[in-house]
């Protein structure tokens, strides 16, 4: 059915596309974000839609941000939900606890607003079981931040429900949507021809010169035709000598001038609608009302709804369009406006949350008891997810505070929470705001050191580790040593990212010691490994294996100690510690730390060439890495996938996502993500036969001057390093750099070190020594991950070939090519049959693994599922509805050539 051809004036491509996909939600759900100008008709394109999904027998459920309302943690999400509040009991348990905290059903603190987002996609999932559901959001960028988080995450996991997610939203204004890449539909001005019809049916008496003027000033924006030429008497002009204003100012003027012919009475309820967190208007009517003997009635609003400044339905209040709000309370006096927001206060209940935000707007001088209700405010805004919502509340609690102390302290705590935002403006100006506060050499270098804290203070050098450092130092003599060791593991990500030199990893080291805490702390491992993986490496491997076994359970901990693995080089733990914190992380709905875990699991597992795990747990991290706003994370997995691509040879993607990273990487020089990126690069070109290119990518990692140099991760690509010499023709640089890593390796006793120096010994070896050499490197567990063992016999077979040797150079060659197919290494495989040829031997070619043809997260979930994982079970741990599950398996049967769900053990046999 299609909208009527004049339901909106030339709105007709706008109007078909969003019938196309609301008649399409049988066969695919999803999102779309819906953007343009104030008045531009986004709201109107939504209420067309609503009526069309309506006819459509789809169930519609609208709400809307409110600007007075961004302070009430999941309050959009309540009016979005609450008709299905009958079916969160039967969501697991964990999800139902989430969701009934953030509702405010119970006083549960809510951890983390993804679990929460969750439970709204499966509750959600099972109301659209019988009925398709159309969301639409209205001025989604005043939607409180924890329901804007949520309907981020929902948007990105809908494609699969017939569910179609609503959103509008004005240009300019900074959302979770617009980092969600949904599908936009930019809504931009009328066609001429439009305007003027649209003009002509709400104007038809305007004088021709005037309509013309206001034709030119309007620019097509569908509210200033309607609203201006309301207000423009029919013989007047606009003169073309007034200074140009912007459109939204034109049309708040307009609105200003209406306000001025209504009745007093009526303009006191319009700015109590105005300052009102409510649409009661049995609140408003009450509030405005100067006394009870004179008691304003719903006539008294009348005048405002014939100019057609609000709308009122039942008990409800609504403004027709937000700009009419703004222009509303910028027109009244501050002293009149905060005269409103003291009796609005009086209204509510006393101790409320709402009764102390609207005290807090009609308040200007210090007060320390109001400041201090705010901050408790704040506390139980952040219990119930709402970090974006304590901000501002600790930020009003700062402006209230009477002393000096309290002030900084609040602007800092709010500092300290924005960071869970990932707001970057938001942490600015609470950073601006206390910095002249900010009196002591400590208050100072904590604000460097919350500066820090997006992005692992990527995007601004001037907290570095020596500033981090003193505070550590600061905090450690005032007994604070909790604090101590989260800003110590500031100052050793740091080091991680960027290169702060010799003497700055030293002191971290120091003062590491210094803290009164285990040598299996997670979080002393983590710093030593972190900031001195080399030096301190065998020490820090000496207690990983305890640690892990004391952290038994506790997924944060063990998350920290497989992050530390990786960093000294032993894969195995690394791979094993991350993928057993990843259930308590998704347990829990803590989304950017499951990011990092699957992260550290991915680049463990592309090192030992573990492809068909690691395809979709790399897939995995990249996503979430990207949802949960952690740059330069998403980076390191992008490269970490195109390393992953490399190993299957799939060269042109594997360099295309090497330069995806890079892009990434290169503007802050942050080091990982480059290092990583070579290894990709060097992995394709040693693929594809160009050996002297994988040598150059290589050798970057191993020039100081070089941004992709990285001192722990430059120390487990030598095998990579020294193929690509030998290959090449040119071993003197890369002999030079197995010299260094020689006196690494008496440093420490790194798995991974031990691996590739084995395998240059071997191979860089002149005749005489070399058989020597490759025997002890098979022999002695030196070269025991599978990948690297096969590397060794590959490299092996080569040499007794060249030594005229064939029977023995078959042995070697057979079985590096046999673990190379059951590791998939296409590339690998293929040389070992090529050596096998100029043996004498041929080899049958490597039939394609019907796997090879699943995208990474039918990987994941046919692996889940041959587990014996439940659909629901499935969707729990990837945070995806069970539905969305089922859409998958069906895809993945006959991609497989199989029919059942039984089918599944027998393709995807364990993984150990």
């Known amino acids: 059915m299609r909208f009527p051809a004049d339901a909106l004036f030339g709105r007709e491509n706008e109007t078909a596309f969003l019938q196309d996909r609301i008649d399409g939600l049988s066969r695919q759900g999803g999102a779309v974000l819906v953007h343009g100008e104030p008045g531009i008709g986004k709201t109107a394109l939504l209420e067309e839609a609503a009526r069309h999904g309506t006819q459509g027998r789809h169930r519609v459920l609208t709400t809307v941000g409110v600007e007075s309302e961004t302070l009430l943690p999941f309050s959009g999400l309540h009016q979005l939900i609450f008709p299905f509040r009958s079916l969160i009991g039967d969501l697991p348990n964990n999800e139902r606890d989430a969701l009934q905290a953030a509702l405010g059903i119970t006083d549960a603190p809510v951890h983390d607003v993804f679990l929460v987002a969750l439970a709204a996609l499966n509750l959600l999932a099972r109301a659209a079981a019988d009925t398709p559901l159309l969301l639409v959001v209205d001025d989604v960028h005043w939607l409180d931040g924890a329901s804007a988080e949520v309907l981020s995450f929902l948007s990105r996991r809908l494609e699969s429900e017939p569910i179609l997610l609503m959103a509008a939203m004005r240009d300019g204004y900074p959302s ?3 980092r969600a890449d949904i599908p936009g539909l930019a809504v931009g001005p009328l066609s001429a021809e439009a305007s003027a019809l649209l003009l002509d049916e709400r104007a038809p008496g305007l004088a021709r010169v005037a309509r013309q003027q206001l034709l030119k000033e309007a620019a097509g924006n569908p509210l200033a035709l309607t609203e201006l030429a309301t207000d423009a008497p ?3 002009t606009i003169s073309p000598d007034a200074p140009w204003t912007p459109m939204s100012r034109r049309l708040q003027d307009a609105f200003t001038a209406r306000l001025r012919t209504l009745p007093d009475t009526t303009r006191r309820i319009l700015l109590t609608a105005a300052c009102d967190d409510s649409p009661s208007l049995t609140e408003i009517l009450s509030v405005a009302s100067p006394r009870p003997a004179a008691a304003v009635t719903a006539a008294d609003l009348a005048p405002a709804v014939s100019a057609r400044l609000v709308e009122t339905a039942g008990d409800t209040v609504r403004f027709r369009h937000p700009l009419m709000r703004s222009a509303i309370r910028q027109a009244a006096p501050a002293a009149l406006r905060r005269e409103v927001h003291a009796a609005l206060a009086r209204c509510l209940p006393p101790g409320s949350d709402r009764r102390t935000w609207h005290e807090a707007a009609a308040t200007v001088r210090p ?6 209700r705010l901050e408790a405010a704040a506390d139980r805004a952040y219990r119930r997810g709402g970090a974006a919502d304590s901000v501002f509340a600790l930020e009003q609690a700062a402006r209230l505070s009477d002393e000096a102390s309290q002030r900084i302290e609040r602007l800092l705590k709010a500092a300290d929470q924005a960071v869970d935002t990932g707001q970057q403006h938001l942490l600015t100006r609470l950073l601006d705001a206390a910095t002249p506060w900010a009196t002591t050499p400590q208050q100072r270098a904590r604000i460097q050191w919350i500066k820090g804290g997006l992005e692992d203070g990527m995007r601004d050098a001037s907290e570095g580790t020596a500033l981090l450092t003193r505070l550590v130092r600061t905090v450690m003599a005032q007994d604070d040593h909790d604090l101590a060791v989260r800003i110590l593991w500031s100052a050793a990500l740091r080091c991680f990212w960027s290169e702060p030199g010799d003497a700055a990893r030293r002191d971290i080291v120091a003062l590491a010691d210094a803290l009164p805490f285990p040598d299996d702390d997670p979080r002393i491992l983590a710093i030593l490994a972190y900031a001195q993986p080399v030096t301190s490496g065998s020490r820090v491997l000496t207690h990983l294996r305890r640690a892990a076994g004391r952290t038994a359970g506790d997924a944060q901990a063990d998350r920290l100690v497989g ?27 803590r989304l950017g730390l499951l990011a990092r875990a699957l992260g550290a699991q991915a680049w463990s597992g592309a090192q030992l060439a573990r492809l068909s795990s690691t395809i979709p747990v790399a897939e995995e991290a990249s996503r979430l890495a990207r949802e949960t706003g952690q740059t330069f994370l998403h980076g390191i997995n992008v490269a970490t996938e195109a390393r992953t ?7 042109d993607s594997a360099m295309e996502l090497a330069a995806q990273a890079e892009r990434i990487g290169l503007p802050v020089a942050a080091r990982p993500v480059l290092a990583t990126a070579q290894i990709a690069r060097g992995l394709a070109a040693m693929g594809a036969g160009r050996h002297e290119e994988a040598y150059a990518h290589l050798l970057r990692m191993h020039d100081p001057t070089d941004p992709a140099h990285q001192p722990a991760l430059r120390c487990y690509a030598l095998i990579e390093l020294v193929d690509a010499a030998v290959h090449s023709g040119d071993t003197r640089r890369a002999r030079s750099v197995i010299a260094e890593m020689e006196t690494a390796a008496s440093r420490s006793t790194s798995p991974a070190l031990r691996s590739g120096l084995c395998y240059a010994r071997a191979v860089l070896a002149d005749d005489n020594g070399a058989e020597a050499l490759f025997e002890r490197a098979l022999a002695d567990g030196g070269c025991a991950w599978p990948f690297d063992r096969a590397r060794v016999q590959l490299a092996y077979g080569q040499w007794l070939r060249r030594q005229r040797r064939v029977t023995d150079a078959r042995v070697q060659l057979r079985a590096a090519r046999e673990a190379f197919d059951a590791l998939g290494t296409a590339p690998w495989g293929d040389r070992a049959r090529r050596e096998l040829l100029a043996s004498g031997e041929t080899s049958r070619r490597r039939e394609p693994d019907a796997r090879d043809r699943l995208t990474p997260q039918e990987l994941q979930i046919a692996q889940m599922a041959a587990e014996g994982l439940t659909n629901r079970e499935i969707g729990q741990r990837l945070y995806l509805s069970h539905r969305t599950v089922s859409t998958h398996l069906h895809r993945v049967f006959p991609k497989l050539g199989i029919s059942s769900r039984a089918e599944l053990a027998s393709v995807f046999p364990p993984v150990r």
């Open 234 to 236: 029919g013989h007047e």
């Open 563 to 589: 992050s530390a693995a990786v960093l000294v080089g032993d894969f195995e733990l690394a791979e094993e510690l991350s993928e057993v914190s990843v259930p308590g992380l998704r347990a829990q709905g």
């Open 367 to 372: 007060d320390a008891r109001l400041a201090d």
């Open 645 to 651: 691509a490399a190993l299957q040879g799939r060269h």
């Open 176 to 178: 979770h949507l617009t």
